[in-house]
Each structure stands twice: as C-alpha cells, then as structure tokens.
C-alpha cells in the first residue's frame, strides 16, 4: 500500500451543487489517491450508527437528517499520511474558521453543511472504511 488509508465523504451539500469533481480534485491535488468510492444515499439507520459516536450531542438530529437530505459520496483515500493529510486539505469544521486553500473554505455553506467528512483518527479511519467497504472494493 502507498502510505496509510482514509476514510472520506462528500456530503449532500457538495454532491447536490455537482462539486464530486471539484472537491476530489482537491483531494488529489493534496496527494491523495481514490482507491474506492461509491454515491449512496444513506438510510437513517446507516447514518445514525455512522454518526454513534456524536450522538449524545445538540447537533446529533440535525446532523442526520442532512445527511440523509440527499445522495453522498464515500471514499477510500490512500497516501502518505493520509488521514492528517486529509483533515489539512479539508479544513476547519465551520468554513468561517477554515484556511485558504482548503475544501471547507471553497465550498462549505454553513458548520453542517461543510462539504466533507474525514476520518480523525487511524483507529477511526479503519472502523469508518469497514462501515462503508468490503475490502475487495477497495482497489489501491
Ligand atoms: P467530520 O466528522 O464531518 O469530518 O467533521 P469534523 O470532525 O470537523 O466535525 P465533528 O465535530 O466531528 O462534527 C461532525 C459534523 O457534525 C456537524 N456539526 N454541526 N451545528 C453544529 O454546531 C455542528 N457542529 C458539527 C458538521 O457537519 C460536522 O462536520
Ligand atoms: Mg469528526
């Protein structure tokens, strides 16, 4: 394997205003490479064991129905480093805090709707890829 593997979605926000492209190309651009990927529009039940571990937070309602609100697309990411690598090119989780040059503050609307997701840990990365992927989906 080429470095270490992440987990990756582009959520409804960014898949609605067709930025698929946009934002994988960024992805790309910050030495990541797609090893998998598929646009699924998750059930609530998928998006609620997805999102366990917020569950007990204000946002945790909302949180789902803006996931479920439209199609996703998750990925499978591999490089050097991979998940840092990818939380830097994603940027900070509200756009009006995120850096230039990052995904976040290209695209993202609003604290929820902030155009991707990245795993934020290896432990995590690991968990959240067998969620989503058999291993003979991903193809590296
Ligand atoms: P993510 O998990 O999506 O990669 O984002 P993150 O680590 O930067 O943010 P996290 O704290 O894990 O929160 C998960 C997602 O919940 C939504 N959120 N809404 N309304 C709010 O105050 C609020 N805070 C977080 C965002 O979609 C965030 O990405
Ligand atoms: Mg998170």
């Given at each position: 394997?080429?470095?270490?593997?992440?987990?990756?979605?582009i959520?409804?926000?960014a898949?609605?205003?067709?930025l698929?492209?946009a934002v994988t190309?960024m992805?790309?651009?910050?030495?990541?490479?797609?090893?998998?990927?598929?646009?699924?529009?998750?059930?609530?039940?998928?998006?609620?064991?997805?999102?366990?571990?917020?569950?007990?937070?204000?946002?945790?309602?909302?949180?789902?129905?803006?996931?479920?609100?439209?199609?996703?697309?998750?990925?499978?990411?591999?490089?050097?480093?991979?998940?840092?690598?990818?939380?830097?090119?994603?940027?900070?989780?509200?756009?009006?805090?995120?850096?230039?040059?990052?995904i976040?503050?290209?695209?993202?609307?609003?604290?929820?709707?902030?155009?991707?997701?990245?795993?934020?840990?290896?432990?995590?990365?690991?968990?959240?890829?067998?969620?989503?992927?058999?291993?003979?989906?991903?193809?590296?």
């Amino acid at each position: 394997m080429a470095g270490t593997r992440t987990f990756s979605i582009i959520k409804p926000d960014a898949t609605k205003r067709n930025l698929t492209g946009a934002v994988t190309k960024m992805l790309e651009e910050a030495g990541l490479r797609v090893v998998a990927s598929k646009r699924i529009h998750m059930t609530r039940d998928q998006a609620e064991g997805f999102y366990a571990v917020h569950k007990e937070r204000p946002f945790f309602g909302e949180l789902v129905e803006f996931m479920i609100s439209g199609p996703v697309v998750v990925q499978v990411l591999e490089g050097e480093n991979a998940m840092q690598r990818n939380r830097d090119v994603m940027g900070a989780t509200n756009p009006a805090d995120a850096a230039e040059g990052t995904i976040r503050k290209a695209f993202a609307e609003s604290i929820e709707a902030n155009s991707v997701h990245g795993s934020d840990s290896d432990e995590n990365a690991a968990i959240e890829i067998a969620y989503f992927f058999n291993e003979d989906e991903i193809v590296g």
